[in-house]
């Protein structure tokens, strides 16, 4: 199986790819809504390819409020009709309620947590499994790929980028939470 470093050294006019590989991935994540974006769209990418994905994020970032979690969490029914009527996004009843439904999880978090990142700071490290059980607890639609996915994707987990990937010592450099 090529390793996504791999796939965009050889794949160069693949530029969705690139650029998230090179400016997103792997890269530790600050903000509640950039979070909670990274968390929707990896529970929208299942089933589907990642590139699928790419494409579709700037209509996701519009779609969701800029995935406001306080917005998000607030949407009844007319929201969910306007979403599931977008062809801009992934239109999935299931992945829609799950966004919904998370947002109002994520907000019930920060009076214990403060964030969704204070939540995944004082569970850190576990192990995949531990992190998938906790998530599974705590969240709709979540996997070991989802989990897996979203926390090599926001720094929590090692192994998104290779060591021989240039991308790898910029990571690094920031000091994500696989680091600590």
């Excluded at 690139?18 to 769209?41: K, M, N, Q, S, W």
């Excluded at 109002?104 to 204070?118: A, D, P, Q, Y």
Aim: glycine share 6%.
């Amino acid at each position: 199986m090529t390793s996504y470093c791999e796939y965009v050294l050889t794949h160069p006019e693949d530029e969705l790819n690139r650029h998230y590989h090179d400016t997103e991935y792997g890269f530790p994540l600050e903000h509640e809504h950039a979070l909670f974006e990274r968390f929707v769209l990896e529970i929208n990418q299942a089933g589907l390819a990642w590139i699928t994905i790419l494409k579709k994020q700037p209509n996701f970032r519009q779609a969701y409020d800029g995935f406001d979690v306080d917005r998000v969490a607030g949407y009844g029914e007319n929201d969910r009709m306007r979403l599931l009527s977008d062809a801009g996004i992934i239109r999935n009843r299931l992945k829609i309620n799950a966004a919904i439904e998370n947002a109002r999880r994520i907000r019930e978090l920060r009076s214990e947590f403060g964030s969704f990142k204070g939540w995944l700071d004082i569970h850190h490290p576990l192990s995949r499994e531990e992190w998938t059980k906790l998530f599974k607890q705590t969240f709709l639609f979540t996997g070991g790929e989802i989990v897996n996915e979203f926390l090599l994707s926001t720094g929590y987990l090692p192994g998104a980028h290779e060591e021989d990937c240039p991308v790898y010592q910029q990571v690094a450099a920031l000091n994500p939470p696989w680091r600590r």
